[in-house]
């Protein structure tokens, strides 16, 4: 596995932030509104395989297990330390998820592995490229006709939510924050081969305006 790149953003940009991403989250981002509009969205079925990427504290990968104990559900970060927390979280909860460390552009996963993949608050931490990256591996891990189901920064709805999301680009930065705020993620899902893209909701937060999207990869 290679070693966290310099553009690799941990979950609040700072290490020394990650244990107390988890209060941030919810009282910053409408966390529950928004989750459980994805997981609706989502649709998950029993014995479906799921990845959540860039799981973060698994609080989504969680409540995908809650919502359907028959899924094989999946967690995948590049953060040691977050996943820790992630453990914990699952243990506390008692559901059993798969927690991997890895890298969302080289994902340790073969071919059509996964009916869904979803993603929450992840992809403004990558750069152009990486983003580009990380949509071929999602295709590639998706089985034929299979989903991916995301949250996150989107194109501000007005001139407050523009407002509000400088708070996000100076904590995680410009390079990698700004084709979300530009909307610019639905042209490159297009671009990396997937199908069907749509916008299917958009939330107003302190920190701007949180976007879902759905997409397929082709085949039956
Ligand atoms: C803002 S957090 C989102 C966590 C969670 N999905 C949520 O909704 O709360 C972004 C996460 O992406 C992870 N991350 C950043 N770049 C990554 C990469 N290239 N591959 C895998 N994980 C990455 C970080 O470690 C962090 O946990």
């Known amino acids: 596995m290679s070693k966290q790149s310099d553009a690799y953003i941990p979950a609040l940009r700072y290490s020394w932030l990650t244990s107390i991403y988890d209060p941030v989250v919810r009282w910053t981002t409408r966390e529950s509104t928004f989750k459980s509009a994805l997981l609706a969205q989502a649709d998950i079925q029993p014995g479906e395989k799921i990845l959540d990427l860039g799981c973060g504290t698994a609080t989504l990968t969680i409540a995908i297990k809650v919502a359907c104990a028959e899924a094989d559900v999946v967690g995948l970060d590049g953060d040691p330390k977050i996943l820790e927390i992630a453990a914990k979280k699952a243990a506390d909860v008692g559901v059993k998820i798969s927690l991997d460390q890895g890298y969302s552009y080289e994902l340790p996963y073969a071919d059509n592995t996964f009916h869904r993949v979803v993603s929450s608050l992840f992809f403004h931490h990558l750069t152009t490229a990486n983003k580009r990256r990380t949509l071929a591996e999602v295709e590639r891990v998706l089985t034929p006709g299979g989903e991916f189901h995301l949250a996150d920064w989107g194109k501000a709805q007005n001139i407050i939510m523009r407002g509000v999301f400088f708070i996000v680009q100076f904590l995680d ?27 299917t909701a958009e939330f107003a937060t302190p920190l701007g305006t949180i976007s879902i999207l759905s997409t397929k990869k082709s085949g039956p």
């Not at 705020?181 to 671009?191: F, N, S, Y």
């Open 173 to 199: 930065g410009f390079e990698t924050t700004t084709a979300n705020v530009q909307g610019r993620l639905p042209a490159m899902i297009e671009d990396a081969g997937f199908q069907d893209v749509r916008k």
